[in-house]
């Protein structure tokens, strides 16, 4: 079946500090893939989505590209604000066929950034 | 525009109870969702409506749970004889059209804190 791997948490970082987070994903068909965020008492929103092979997401600093060959889509940030503080999650859908987009998550990262 | 509304933000009942989870989707949005996250499982995909019909309940964990669609928005998710374990946040989300065959994002409502006590 489907899944998504993100990379274990939680992460700490210092403002300004480079962001990484790993998402590695096994799907049946061909995925497009999403991060969405959960900001403290807040519901999910999406960050960015690619839908093919080497595109490339992006939204608020944060850039994910889908990269087939080692189905992997990372998400970065180059200087992470306090404000970036929230669970991520990566997820996939399979499209077409019987598939109705029905979203695969990862386990979600925690990142806390202090000031 | 409004966005996806879910009712009640918070529910507590007892074990073996019924409860009923509301979601408002967005309107002209033909494809809803649910999902539940909670601590053990994560987010996990509960059922798919697209108009009034479910072509998708694998999700579903039991019988004890069910759920409609009325007039092509708003949903309600049934939990019979609720357990323990049903406790977690109930979250829908609702797209224009299938995310399977257009890629149009999800969005989702804040969800429905449910605890079982």
């Known amino acids: 079946g489907d899944s998504v791997t993100q990379m274990e948490g939680p992460v700490t970082l210092s403002e300004e500090a480079f962001l990484t987070i790993n998402c590695t994903y096994t799907?049946?068909?061909?995925?497009?893939l999403f991060w969405y965020v959960q900001y403290p008492g807040e519901g999910l929103q999406l960050l960015l989505k690619?839908?093919?092979?080497?595109d490339k997401g992006s939204n608020k600093g944060f850039e994910a590209t889908y990269r087939k060959e080692t189905t992997s889509f990372h998400l970065e940030k180059g200087s992470v604000q306090v404000s970036d503080s929230a669970v991520y999650f990566c997820?996939?859908?399979?499209?077409?066929?019987?598939?109705?987009?029905?979203?695969?998550f990862g386990q979600g990262t925690i990142l806390t950034v202090h000031p | 525009g409004a966005g996806v509304s879910q009712s009640p933000s918070n529910k507590v009942t007892e074990k073996g109870k019924d409860v009923e989870l509301r979601c408002d989707p967005i309107?002209?949005?033909?494809?809803l969702y649910w999902y539940r996250q909670s601590l053990g499982q994560g987010l996990e995909f509960l059922i798919y409506?697209?108009?009034?019909?479910?072509?998708?309940k694998s999700g579903l964990p039991s019988d004890r749970f069910s759920a409609e669609r009325t007039g092509g928005s708003v949903s309600t998710l049934t939990i019979q004889r609720t357990q323990q374990e049903d406790s977690a946040v109930y979250l829908c989300?609702?797209?224009?059209?299938?995310?399977?065959?257009?890629?149009?994002?999800?969005?989702f409502g804040d969800g429905t804190r449910l605890s079982i006590l």
């Open positions: 989300a609702s797209s224009l059209v299938p995310t399977g065959l257009s890629n149009q994002p999800q969005h």
């Open positions: 799907a049946t068909g061909y995925p497009s």
């Open positions: 690619a839908t093919k092979a080497d």
């Open positions: 997820a996939l859908s399979v499209n077409g066929g019987t598939s109705y987009g029905k979203l695969t």
């Open positions: 309107s002209g949005h033909t494809a």
């Open positions: 409506f697209q108009g009034n019909s479910a072509p998708d």
